[in-house]
Every structure is written in C-alpha cells, then in structure tokens.
T-cell receptor, first 115, second 112 residues
Framework: AQSVSQHNHHVILSEAASLELGCNYSYGGTVNLFWYVQYPGQHLQLLLKYFSGDPLVKGIKGFEAEFIKSKFSFNLRKPSVQWSDTAEYFC?????????????FGSGTRLSIRP | DAGVIQSPRHEVTEMGQEVTLRCKPISGHDYLFWYRQTMMRGLELLIYFNNNVPIDDSGMPEDRFSAKMPNASFSTLKIQPSEPRDSAVYFCASNRAGETQYFGPGTRLLVL
C-alpha cells in the first residue's frame, strides 16, 4: 500500500535557523505532492504543492520544497524560521492514477521555534 | 467562496448520546472527505464521497459511525452512541478531482 513517511516527529529550532523537514513516499508512479501546515488550534492549510514542471516549488511564507523523483522525496525547507512558524507540518501524496482523488497524509512533524 | 463550512465548531456531550456533525463543501467540488485527528492517532481518513456517493469507508472505526451526503452541498457524520474515546477534532475537506484539498475549521468533540 502507498504510504508517506515523515521521519521527524518533533523538531525544535531557534529563530533564524534553517529548516528541512523530510518526506518520503512509497508509490512508484506519477504523484501529486503537497505540504500542509496546521497552526495551533487551527485547521490544515495548504503550504505548497507540486503537480508537474519545476521540481523546486515555492510556497507561502518563504517555504519551498524539492521533489526528487529518484529518492521518492519531497522535503520542505525554509532558510530562516520565525517564531510564527511554530506549527505541525503534514506531507501528503495523491497518486496521479487515482481517479478517486484520495490523498495520503504523513503522520506530521511538529515544529517548535524558540524565540 | 466561504471555504468548507463545518458545524458545530465545538460539541460537548455525554456518553451514549447521538452526535451529528455537519459539513458544507466548497461549491463545485465533487469530492468530500471526513477526517478525525487525535494526539494519539494523528490524522485519520474516515470516509470519502465522490458525487455524493461513498467511495471508501474503510476508515470508519465501527458501526457506531455513519456518514451521508444527500446532495452536493451537504454531508453529515453521525456517531450513535458516542463514547469518550470518540473525543477528537473532526475535519471535513473537499476538492475537485486531482486538485488541492481544502479543509474546514473542524469540529472539536468532547464526549464525557
């Protein structure tokens, strides 16, 4: 079965540190890829997505992610984090074959930023 | 567009009571999803619909849970009878086929 792995469950950084959150998926075909962010007490919101084209995707709030097909990875990065980036981050995959449009979510990575 | 709308936003009930959660998807979206989120289990897909038809309900925990989508603009998730372990945040989400999924604000359910 398809799966999405986020190896870091909890990441703690200081403000201005660089961030990279790992995401790997197990499906070998064409996929659509997403990162969602969930701020404390709020719902999931789209941060960025990759459907096709340039594998380096830029999202909101200075986030970017790089799709590396050979590594089945879609890691999230930000060069300098802020306290307001404290949130939970979910990687998600939608196999393009899937006319059912089911998105598979990773278990999430909780990011805590020390002011 | 107002986005995905869920009601109520908070629900506190006693064990054994029936709970009904409601969702209005974004207009024009033909897929609707119900998720449950807890600290212990994370985000779980319960069921999803395509054009009002349930496609996959394998995530529904047990027969106490049921979901319906009588029309393209309304869905319900019902728990009868409710139990304390059902306490969670329940999210509804919708999308067009192959496109970004948008989440509602969630319903925080507490079963005492």
């Amino acid at each position: 079965a398809q799966s999405v792995s986020q190896h870091n469950h909890h990441v703690i950084l200081s403000e201005a540190a660089s961030l990279e959150l790992g995401c790997n998926y197990s499906y070998g075909g064409t996929v659509n890829l997403f990162w969602y962010v969930q701020y404390p007490g709020q719902h999931l919101q789209l941060l960025l997505k990759y459907f096709s084209g340039d594998p380096l995707v830029k999202g909101i709030k200075g986030f970017e992610a790089e799709f590396i097909k050979s590594k089945f990875s879609f890691n999230l990065r930000k060069p300098s984090v802020q306290w307001s980036d404290t949130a939970e981050y979910f990687c998600a995959v939608n196999p393009s074959y899937s006319s059912a449009s089911k998105i598979i979510f990773g278990s999430g990575t909780r990011l805590s930023i020390r002011p | 567009d107002a986005g995905v709308i869920q009601s109520p936003r908070h629900e506190v009930t006693e064990m054994g009571q029936e709970v009904t959660l409601r969702c209005k998807p974004i207009s024009g979206h033909d897929y609707l999803f119900w998720y449950r989120q807890t600290m212990m289990r994370g985000l779980e897909l319960l069921i999803y619909f395509n054009n009002n038809v349930p496609i996959d309900d394998s995530g529904m925990p047990e027969d106490r849970f049921s979901a319906k989508m009588p029309n393209a603009s309304f869905s319900t998730l019902k728990i009868q009878p409710s139990e304390p372990r059902d306490s969670a945040v329940y999210f509804c989400a919708s999308n067009r086929a192959g496109e970004t999924q948008y989440f509602g604000p969630g319903t925080r359910l507490l079963v005492l």
